[in-house]
Structures are given as C-alpha cells and as structure tokens.
C-alpha cells in the first residue's frame, strides 16, 4: 500500500482527482487529495494572505497530523509549486515527487515567465482576492479535449485561483535532490513541454508522455492511476 497526496492545480479542488482517487483506493492505495485554501468548496475562505508557501503548509500539516510517511506527492498544473514547497518543508516524510503537467519554477522564476499566453486571448476575470477564466475561455482552453456530459461537469466546479498563489520561493527546494516522476501531457500547451523537460532534467526524474490534455485525472483516469502506482513502485 502506498501513501498518495494529490494536490489540484488553479481553478480547481479536490473533485478533479475524483475518477483516478477511486481508482487508487480500489487499488488499495491510502489516498487523500486536500482542496486548497480558497479553492473549489472552500472559496468562500478567499482573503487577503493566501499563497503557494501558505497552502504548501497546509500540505505539510496534513501530512504530519494524519501520520503520513514514504509519502508519493503528486501536484498538477500549478499544484507543483505547491508540492515543491510541501515536500522542503516535510522533507524527511517524502518518497517520491511526481508532476503531472505541472509547474516548477527555478529560483528567481514566475509562473508568468514559464506559462505561454495567446496574445489574443482575453484577460482574466478578477474579484479582491482571485482571478481566472470566463466559462467560455474554460471550454475552450482549459478542458477542450473534453466532451459533454464531463465538459459541463467540470465547467460547473471551476472557480477562481487566489492571487497570490502563483508566486513561491523555491531556492532551498532546488538546492536539494528528489526521487522524482514527469508526466507530461502532450496535448496541452502549458506547460511548455520545454519547461516539463527542464524540470525532469534538473531532477533527474523518470519521464513519462501522456497523449491528453490538461486534466487527464479527469478523463484519461485508468492510464493515469498505472502511472502512479508505476511511480509509488520505485
């Protein structure tokens, strides 16, 4: 039995593990896979102070007060901020790392030095504390390798990402070495498959390619359940 946290990316929460959740606890897998401060169900907490390093704490703390060791750390999307800064501040409870189409930024990098953006495409919707696409820029962009019913389920469950989630401070997280797997998504454009391989390189990581777009927890379940376990096997 393996020990897997998975952690969404932006616009999401825990419900975009669901299908490849249950697939890992048929499996036998211990499984948790925490909705970020924010995010999904818990918007209605959005306020002034979130960030990567705030939610990468409380990463650290479920893993501690749930008793998690030899921990298979899996973010997605922006979600690799996330587990990068949860795994430096639990170092001695990770096994492995694995990034699924997701960001890791070197010191001194953004998310907005990494991530292409069309120079046509419409700026994002903005409150106090979140941003993120319309519906429409949903569709098209972040789930257009879907099809209805899944489509309108997903659109139904998007929300806003906090603000300041998008910035971290990686330094000592890089200055370190980490048993690591890169899933890259060859039909998504961000992140660069330049980047995926950067990180890859930096960390000496297995590499994998998945013919899916962004979210392939969400419709490509099975394949992504066997390259998990995959990686919680090494």
Partial sequence: MANFVLVHGSFQGSW?????????RDAGHNVHAPTLDGCAERRHDLREGITATTMAREVAD??????????IM?????GGLVISKAAELSRDKIKRLVYIDALAPQPGETTADIVIRDPGQSPYEETEFARGPNRERMASWLFSDFEPPLLDWAIERATMHPKGASVVDLDKFWAQSWPATVICCTLSVNPPETHQRRTAEKLGADWHEMEAGHYPMLNHPEEMAR?????AEK
């Fill in 16 to 24: 975009v593990w669901k299908p490849t959740v249950r697939l890992l």
């Fill in 62 to 71: 479920l893993l501690f007060y749930e008793d998690l060791d030899d921990v």
């Fill in 74 to 78: 899996v973010g997605t999307s922006s």
């Fill in 227 to 231: 390259l998990l376990m995959l990686a």
